[in-house]
Every structure is written in C-alpha cells, then in structure tokens.
C-alpha cells in the first residue's frame, strides 16, 4: 500500500545544477500536484496536472518544469538550481471532485 | 485577504484539554473542506473532512463548518502531548482542481 512515492528523499545540489524529482502514486487518482514548503511559508503550489497529458501552473512556478509522464507519474524538474530553491518539496495525488489530496513523504533539496 | 486563513499560533493547551482551531475562508463556492495534521520533518497527513454544514465527529476529533459565516473548525478532545503538530485547514471551490491551504496553526499540548 504504498500511496504517494517520492524520490529522492534527500538531495544536496550545486548552484547551476539540474536535477529531476520523481513522484509515482498507485492510486489511480487523476490529479497530481507539487508544491514546495519554507519555514514559516506554508505550502505553495508549483505545478499541477488535473489529467494525464495536461499541466497547469500554480502559484510559484518560475524556476521549474513538469513532465506527467503518464498517469501513474509526474516529474518536477529544475534546470538550473539555485539557493532560493532551497525547500522541502511535496509530490500529491487525489481523485476529481470533492476528494482530498494525500502526500508524499518529501524530498528535502539543498542549494549550496 | 488571503483565500483561507489561520491563526498561525503558537497555540498552547494543557494536556486533557480541548483544542480549538478556527479556518476561515474568502471564496461561498468553497465546496469541500478539509484538516491535515503535519508533526515536524513530516509530510500532511489528512484528519478529517467535512462537506455540509454542522459537526461531523471521528473519535477525539470533531470538524465544524458554517458555510453561512465562511468558518471550519476542528476541536480535538481529551488533548495529548501526540496530538503536538501544525494543523494545516483546506479548501476545495466548486469547478476548481486545486486545494487551497492556509499557512497552519501550530498546536502545542502540555502535560
């Protein structure tokens, strides 16, 4: 019963540096979402796909690209890392409607 | 105004105590609502849902919504030193694929 699987769960990268953050869910859910968490911030989303094959940006997206790879995953890319980027960043999935969404344990990413 | 808001705390209640924790939001076509408990270093993990007005009660937790005052709120009875996290209240508006969080309300219980 894994639900929302999120790798790696710790990276440490250099400024300049691109990396890829995976997520898979086997929940079959349609929507899937990222967002990143600062000290004091609160969650704020990057990027979210309410279906496989469409993505949407959210309210921080500048700075990242997603793929949705196909319905089960969905990549948060980074081309060129920098110190701001610094977070704990949270893959999430639910079904439409009126369903909550359920995380992912993280992945905690830093920016030297 | 932001679109759901939330004491942000800290939030201190003696241990047996009942914790109250208030959300209110901006948007009438809110539709779903729902409490996420985070411990630190942890991920959101969901407590409890609520999609009509009144109570809705599951074990020590009760969730309150009065859609007429634009309020949530969860109350969390005989209160343990385990039930210490940030309370993060959400939001799902009619038509709307996103959740919209408040920032959390940090509860701290003392024995």
């Known amino acids: 019963n894994a639900g929302v699987t999120q790798t790696p769960k710790f990276q440490v990268l250099k400024t300049g540096q691109s990396m890829t953050l995976q997520c898979a869910q086997d929940?079959?859910?349609?929507?899937m979402y990222w967002y990143r968490q600062d000290p004091g911030m609160g969650l704020r989303l990057i990027y979210y796909?309410?279906?496989?094959?469409?993505?949407d940006k959210g309210e921080v997206p500048n700075g990242y690209n997603v793929s949705r790879l196909n319905k089960r995953e969905f990549s948060l890319r980074l081309e060129s890392a920098a110190p701001s980027q610094t977070s704990v960043y949270f893959c999430?999935?639910?079904?439409?409607?009126?369903?909550?969404?359920?995380f992912g344990d993280g992945t905690r990413l830093s920016i030297l | 105004q932001k679109e759901v808001e939330q004491n942000s705390g800290p939030l201190s209640v003696p241990e047996g105590a009942i914790a109250s924790l208030n959300c209110t939001y901006s948007?009438?076509?809110?539709?779903?609502f729902f409490w996420y408990r985070q411990y630190s270093g942890k991920s959101p993990e969901l407590i409890m849902f609520i999609y009509s007005n009144g109570d809705k009660e599951d074990g020590r937790f009760t969730a309150q919504l009065n859609k007429a005052s634009q309020y949530v709120s969860l109350l969390i009875r005989d209160s343990q030193p385990s039930d210490s996290a940030t309370y993060l209240c959400?939001?799902?508006?009619?038509?709307?694929?996103?959740?919209?969080f408040g920032t959390g309300t940090r509860l701290t219980i003392i024995p």
């Open positions: 929940m079959n859910h349609n929507s």
């Open positions: 959400a939001v799902i508006v009619l038509g709307n694929e996103k959740l919209t």
């Open positions: 999430a999935s639910r079904t439409t409607g009126d369903q909550p969404q359920h």
């Open positions: 948007d009438r076509g809110s539709q779903s």
């Open positions: 796909s309410a279906s496989e094959g469409t993505t």
